[in-house]
């Protein structure tokens, strides 16, 4: 009597690329270009309040009929929320992994001291935690009005705008965050180009050029907002 025997289902290509490191990498490094591409366009809007509040809150008003007649009311702005979660989610989780599967591969201390790594380098895990903790504050203060300063105003973002940098700690919050934005696109963005492929050592100083320029960019026009509301330049 022959003894039928189980053949093992293979994992599938999916599950095996998300498996290995490079998978993990690869994810991390699309959905940071994924996040990268709406803080541009994010950094962009938000400048707009420098132009008033009717053109603020017009351009607010405008992300939710974006889309229309074609796709109801807000559904543009929660295909972009929800894209951004995903994508959110998939960066930190990857993150994550790769870097209790680097601590599992090297138990021991080394031996001999690495070579320093740049400052950026060495706090992207940390600036990671920030930019999470700094994304939860920040939709329950513009988003929901949660723990919103003097009594959220649904339809009138420019006034919740000057309401959360009128207060020091709303400042401090976004300020922080913003530094340690710059850090992570700083190092991310070049980093994403060599998971990706198009890296070389021709390209490598070009790749990092560029993302300093993006880093600093981004930073300038983040913190742009707050200090133009502290300086008064808008109220």
């Known amino acids: 009597m022959a003894l039928a025997t189980r053949t093992e289902r293979k994992p599938s290509m999916t599950r095996t690329m998300w498996d290995s490191s490079l998978g993990k990498k690869t994810v991390m490094a699309v959905s940071g270009l994924i996040m990268l591409g709406y803080l541009a366009v994010h950094m962009l809007g938000n400048l707009k309040i420098f132009f008033g509040e009717g053109e603020f809150d017009h351009y607010a008003h405008w992300l939710r009929t974006l889309g229309e007649p074609f796709l109801h009311y807000e559904w543009a702005l929660w295909i972009v929320r929800v ?135 981004l930073t300038a026009g983040f913190v742009a907002v707050p200090v133009g509301v502290m300086t008064g330049v808008v109220s």
């Open 83 to 217: 894209v951004l979660v995903v994508a959110v989610v998939a960066h930190a989780v990857s993150a994550y992994q790769l870097s209790r599967r680097d601590i599992g591969a090297r138990p021991a201390k080394y031996v001999h001291k690495k070579p320093r790594a740049s400052y950026a380098t060495r706090t992207m895990r940390w600036g990671g935690i920030i930019l999470g903790l700094f994304i939860v504050w920040h939709i329950l203060d513009l988003t929901t009005g949660t723990v919103h300063a003097n009594g959220f105003q649904h339809g009138h973002p420019y006034q919740n705008v000057i309401d959360t940098f009128s207060t020091w700690y709303g400042n401090v919050i976004y300020i922080v965050a913003v530094l340690a934005l710059g850090l992570h696109v700083q190092h991310g963005f070049w980093s994403a180009a060599q998971t990706l492929g198009v890296g070389s050592r021709t390209r490598d100083r070009a790749f990092k050029t560029i993302a300093n320029v993006l880093a600093v960019v």
